[in-house]
């Protein structure tokens, strides 16, 4: 499957459609979620062009994963959701219903979030 260069984390990266900035530096964006779920609902994307997390893995650079995992943390702390706890979820593919089709990682936080289970099993 080829990168979708129109989807819309791509236009947001480029500026074409706003979003609430939380955290920004070379390899990474972070906004707030726009159907937000939880007080706390943070989105976090590379700035490369990266399907998923299966590419991101394959593809990224070193320096790319690392900021993206630093970004992850950093984003929590200055949300204030370390303190207390947060959620990173990242969907991945049909199975998991991912419906943005650039790598990004759901960071909930600010209530309690409860058990995480499939929603049923076999
Ligand atoms: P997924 O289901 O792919 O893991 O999550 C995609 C997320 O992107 C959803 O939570 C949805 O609310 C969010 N989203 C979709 N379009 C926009 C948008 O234009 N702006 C922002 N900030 N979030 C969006």
Do not use: S, V
């Given at each position: 499957m080829a990168y979708d260069n129109d989807n819309i984390f791509a236009c947001i990266l480029r500026r074409e459609i706003p979003a609430e900035k939380v955290y920004e530096d070379e390899h990474v964006l972070a906004f707030h979620d726009?159907?937000?779920?939880?007080?706390v609902h943070v989105l976090v994307i590379p700035k490369?062009?990266?399907?998923s997390i299966d590419d991101f893995s394959e593809r990224a650079s070193d320096a790319e994963l690392v900021a993206y995992v630093r970004a992850v943390g950093r984003v929590a702390r200055k949300l204030g959701v370390a303190k207390t706890g947060y959620r990173v979820v990242t969907n991945c593919g049909t199975d998991a219903n991912q419906e943005v089709s650039h790598f990004h990682s759901h960071i909930f936080g600010?209530?309690?979030?409860g058990g995480v289970r499939p929603p049923h099993s076999g």
């Open positions: 726009i159907g937000k779920l939880a007080p490369g062009a990266y399907i600010g209530r309690k979030l």
